[in-house]
């Protein structure tokens, strides 16, 4: 990654995390472990802990740097509170110049468009300044929340995969989206 990556939108500040934001990203997880528990795969105790916070962090800068991956972060315009995350992973260049798409918001935030609003402004960067032609998202076929925000965004659906990602301990089926770059 040679430039850092802040995005703005009314209601966000995104961005790569830094060393310093370690405890907030912490208080997120915490906050929200029963939240996102059910969408997400098994997490040892030490995710919960600083240390791993600050793993993660340092881990998710080299992958920018290295063009692999962009774990943003969705803070408050004031930089100060963590209220989703937004993560462009498996960057694949040449001829494919796809990547994959996860995301959550904090429980206080669902249901208020702030999700939306967030990756409205990540996929416009992804498709703009990363130059990606495809971005897949996939969901549970129960997450009825996602399958709602990926169709107002754009996403078309793209197939059906059988026991694809072992969330919460289980295998699991997934509906496979994606949405092209505008005019490609
Ligand atoms: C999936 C998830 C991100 C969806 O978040 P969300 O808050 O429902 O998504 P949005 O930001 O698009 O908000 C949509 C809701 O806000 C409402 N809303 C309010 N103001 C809005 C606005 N200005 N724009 C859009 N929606 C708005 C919509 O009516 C909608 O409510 P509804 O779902 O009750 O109809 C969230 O449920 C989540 O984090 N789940 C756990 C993790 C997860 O499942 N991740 C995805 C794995 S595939």
Same mark, same amino acid.
């Given at each position: 990654?040679?430039?850092?990556?802040?995005?703005? +939108?009314?209601?966000?500040?995104?961005?790569?995390?830094?060393?310093?934001?370690?405890?907030g /990203?912490?208080?997120y997880?915490?906050?929200?472990?029963?939240?996102?528990?059910?969408?997400?795969?098994?997490?040892?105790?030490?995710?919960?802990?600083?240390?791993?916070c600050?793993? #993660? @962090?340092?881990?998710?800068?080299?992958?920018?740097?290295?063009?692999?991956?962009?774990?943003?972060?969705?803070f408050?315009?004031?930089? $100060?509170? @963590? /209220?989703?995350?937004?993560? =462009?992973?498996n960057? &694949?260049r040449?001829?494919?110049?796809?990547?994959? =798409?996860?995301?959550? &918001?904090?429980?206080?935030?669902?249901? +208020?468009?702030?999700?939306?609003?967030? /990756? $409205?402004?990540?996929?416009?960067? #992804?498709?703009? $300044?990363?130059?990606?032609?495809?971005?897949?998202?996939?969901y =549970?076929?129960?997450?009825?929340?996602? #399958?709602?925000?990926l169709?107002?965004?754009?996403?078309?659906? $793209?197939?059906?995969?059988?026991?694809? =990602?072992?969330?919460?301990?289980?295998?699991?089926?997934? &509906?496979?989206?994606?949405? @092209?770059?505008?005019?490609?």
């Amino acid at each position: 990654m040679n430039a850092p990556v802040l995005l703005r +939108t009314a209601h966000t500040r995104i961005r790569l995390p830094e060393p310093s934001d370690a405890p907030g /990203l912490l208080r997120y997880r915490l906050e929200n472990r029963a939240h996102l528990a059910p969408w997400e795969p098994l997490r040892e105790e030490s995710y919960y802990a600083l240390e791993q916070c600050a793993q #993660a @962090i340092a881990d998710g800068r080299e992958a920018a740097r290295l063009d692999r991956g962009y774990p943003l972060v969705v803070f408050a315009p004031d930089e $100060e509170e @963590i /209220l989703a995350s937004l993560t =462009l992973s498996n960057i &694949v260049r040449g001829p494919f110049q796809a990547c994959l =798409l996860g995301y959550g &918001v904090g429980i206080r935030r669902q249901g +208020t468009g702030l999700m939306h609003e967030a /990756l $409205e402004a990540g996929l416009a960067w #992804a498709f703009g $300044e990363l130059g990606l032609h495809r971005v897949m998202a996939n969901y =549970l076929p129960r997450n009825e929340r996602s #399958a709602r925000l990926l169709q107002r965004l754009g996403f078309e659906r $793209e197939g059906y995969a059988r026991s694809y =990602l072992r969330i919460a301990g289980r295998w699991e089926d997934h &509906v496979l989206t994606a949405r @092209i770059r505008p005019d490609d």
